[in-house]
């Protein structure tokens, strides 16, 4: 089974100023690595997955995230947030033969001007 | 552009009702989940569908059960509505094979059971 750790369940930072958000995972097989976000009064949406490959991703709008495997971890982050970054993200793993997908209890970032 | 349609935004029933929340995908997809959301958990499984009349339990099944007869629609049904099932229910879709893990979520509903 899988699960995730989410470490910090809000995150204030300041416009133009960098983020990370954490994220770790524990699974005793080869996982997928997915960071979701929700606006408010939204459903959630993919910013940007690990399958496999480089271990670094990058979404369309600046973020990036890196999977580590000896550190089983997938940290997201961003060099400079937009007011327009605040929401909830969220972190989620599956398994890369399976159905489910396990999410972890979400981050809420706000970015104050 | 790829859509899941949840029927109600709100909700608001009484303790002891039967709830019908239901989702509906343009997508032609395969797989369908049944989450609740509620603050400081994130998302649990419900439920999940990998074909029409087939089901599994997701981590949080009880209390509730689904119904798939057609592809594109995947219903979660409350039996006798609790306050402790008050929450937001996100439903999603994927299709199946490589490639494609990513999930399409609807809006959600907010449901309340006074």
């Known amino acids: 089974a899988q699960s995730v750790t989410q470490l910090d369940s809000q995150v204030p930072v300041f416009e133009e100023a960098p983020v990370e958000l954490r994220c770790n995972y524990s699974?005793?097989?080869?996982?997928?690595l997915f960071w979701y976000v929700q606006y408010p009064n939204q459903g959630l949406q993919l910013l940007l997955k690990?399958?496999?490959?480089?271990?670094l991703v990058e979404s369309i709008n600046g973020f990036e995230a890196e999977f580590n495997k000896s550190q089983t971890s997938f940290h997201l982050r961003k060099p400079s947030v937009h007011i327009s970054d605040t929401a909830e993200y969220f972190c989620a793993v599956s398994d890369t033969g399976g159905f489910k997908t396990i999410f972890g209890a979400g981050t809420r970032l706000f970015v104050k001007a | 552009d790829v859509k899941v349609t949840q029927s109600s935004r709100y909700l608001v029933k009484r303790t002891g009702e039967k709830v019908f929340l239901e989702c509906v995908q343009d997508?032609?997809?395969?797989?369908m989940f049944w989450y609740r959301q509620d603050p400081g958990l994130g998302l649990r499984l419900i439920y999940f569908s990998y074909d029409v009349k087939m089901k599994e339990k997701g981590d949080i099944p009880e209390g509730y059960s689904v119904s798939r007869e057609k592809k594109e629609r995947f219903s979660l049904i409350l039996e006798s509505a609790s306050t402790n099932q008050t929450s937001m229910y996100l439903c999603a879709s994927r299709d199946s094979g490589t490639g494609n893990e990513k999930l399409f979520f609807g809006s959600g509903t907010q449901l309340s059971v006074l």
């Open positions: 690990y399958l496999s490959g480089s271990t």
């Open positions: 699974s005793s097989v080869s996982v997928y």
């Open positions: 997508m032609d997809h395969e797989n």
